[in-house]
């Protein structure tokens, strides 16, 4: 499957714990998106990274949420202490550059449950 | 600021009729604009795209969609609706000279009635 992946699929956790979701961008993409959909709305964008950098993050929350694209492997989104708010399914997008009409292609996406 | 209006929240059409769902962009400069479909439990797959030129956009599983721009407008249409076009559909969009990321309306599941 040469298509976005991301992993887990499902993931609970409790409250307080951290939740770690995982994305691997399509071959040749190097610029990769993390939004947030809350049940029955609409994708809400969180940051935009490329390797090594991030170029966009005004949509994270400013405590508790980072997110990194390492030289290797995959982008991790880490979401420390969670709170039942954090319930959500959380996807990633890849393109291969960031400018321009390329449109952005989707994993599956992690389904984020909070006890 | 960009923001993108899906006025139907549910859209139901006979198997076979034409659909149409509506999508009505603000952007303050020239839009990209894409139409993306979702499946239960799935990502977003994407359907077609407006970048420039034709205002008539064809895209994937015969979906087409009409760019607008007096009207901000980029309806997805598709002549003939079959069932397993049912599902939630997506508009979205992002300034030409703007930030990256894509800015999504908030939905409309199409249901198909046999």
């Known amino acids: 499957n040469a298509g976005v992946m991301q992993n887990p699929r499902h993931l609970v956790r409790r409250r307080g714990q951290e939740a770690r979701l995982r994305c691997s961008p399509m071959k040749g993409h190097s610029h990769v998106y993390w939004y947030r959909q809350l049940p029955e709305e609409g994708l809400k964008f969180m940051v935009y990274l490329q390797k090594e950098n991030i170029i966009d993050e005004s949509g994270m929350p400013k405590e508790r949420f980072s997110a990194e694209f390492p030289k290797e492997g995959p982008s991790i989104l880490r979401i420390q202490q969670v709170v039942r708010g954090d319930s959500a399914a959380y996807f990633c997008a890849s393109s291969p550059v960031g400018q321009g009409g390329q449109p952005q292609h989707f994993g599956d996406g992690t389904r984020l449950s909070i006890l | 600021a960009q923001s993108v209006a899906q006025p139907e929240d549910q859209v139901n059409v006979a198997e076979g009729n034409p659909l149409t769902v509506k999508c009505t962009y603000s952007v303050s400069g020239n839009p990209y604009l894409f139409w993306y479909v979702q499946y239960p439990n799935r990502g977003l797959q994407f359907l077609l795209k407006y970048i420039t030129g034709d205002n008539l956009v064809k895209g994937s599983y015969g979906f087409e969609a009409e760019f607008n721009k007096s009207q901000t407008s980029f309806h997805l249409k598709k002549p003939s609706a079959l069932v397993s076009d049912s599902a939630l559909y997506f508009c979205?969009?992002?300034?030409?000279?703007?930030?990256?990321?894509?800015?999504f309306g908030t939905g409309t599941r199409l249901t198909v009635i046999p």
């Open positions: 979205a969009v992002r300034d030409i000279a703007g930030a990256n990321n894509l800015f």
